[in-house]
């Protein structure tokens, strides 16, 4: 698959973000994954020694450029281009702030079960889009930040990579469509599995 090439459900990026892309010798989208996957590997060895309070604005763009930094020269800057989902640009912060104190809130009043704040906040972080690409695994990974924070085990992504084009990533796109309309039970089911 060509780099730049998408699925239905994929963040197509624009023609000035695709120039900003920092590995030249990258041709094939497999290349890409692995690379931005080694990335994320390196960002959690980082989080190991860095315990932080992870719901604020600072910490969500630290740790997407720690992910995606040696790719993208985008890597945790707020994107500016409109997308095939999320809020418009001049959005993304005031939306963001307000995910944060809900989910604060949340926390402090048991509003939800832990595992649901932690499914709500990554599903709404998704929703926003704040960054060019790489949301979804940005999201996961707040998610179990905060069940850590929680003392909790991680969530269950499912066994397989939701990055590729796969039965698993189309359960997972269905599930964050369902909990589009309010209705979170297919992706607390999702992860479970």
């Not at 120039?19 to 030249?24: D, E, I, R, T, Y």
């Not at 992870?54 to 800057?77: C, Q, V």
């Not at 003392?151 to 369902?178: C, D, F, H």
Request: hydrophobic content about 40%; cysteine-free.
């Amino acid at each position: 698959m060509n780099i730049f090439e998408t699925d239905d459900n994929s963040t197509p990026l624009t023609e000035e973000e695709k120039q900003q892309l920092k590995a030249k010798w990258i041709t094939t989208r497999a290349e890409l994954n692995e690379l931005e996957t080694k990335g994320i590997a390196e960002a959690e060895i980082w989080l190991l020694k860095n315990k932080k309070d992870i719901l604020n604005e600072t910490f969500i763009k630290k740790l997407h450029k720690k992910m995606f930094g040696d790719i993208w020269k985008w890597a945790g800057s707020f994107r500016t281009s409109e997308r095939n989902i999320g809020v418009t640009p001049y959005e993304i912060q005031p939306k963001l702030r307000i995910l944060i104190d809900d989910v604060r809130f949340w926390i402090e009043n048991q509003t939800f079960s832990q595992k649901e704040i932690a499914i709500r906040f990554h599903h709404r972080l998704v929703q926003i889009h704040p960054f060019p690409n790489g949301n979804g695994r940005i999201s996961r990974l707040m998610a179990d930040l905060l069940m850590k924070q929680f003392g909790q085990p991680v969530l269950n992504w499912g066994s397989g990579s939701l990055t590729e084009i796969s039965k698993l990533r189309k359960e997972y796109i269905s599930a964050l469509q369902k909990a589009d309309n309010g209705d979170y039970s297919l992706l607390l089911k999702f992860i479970e599995k």
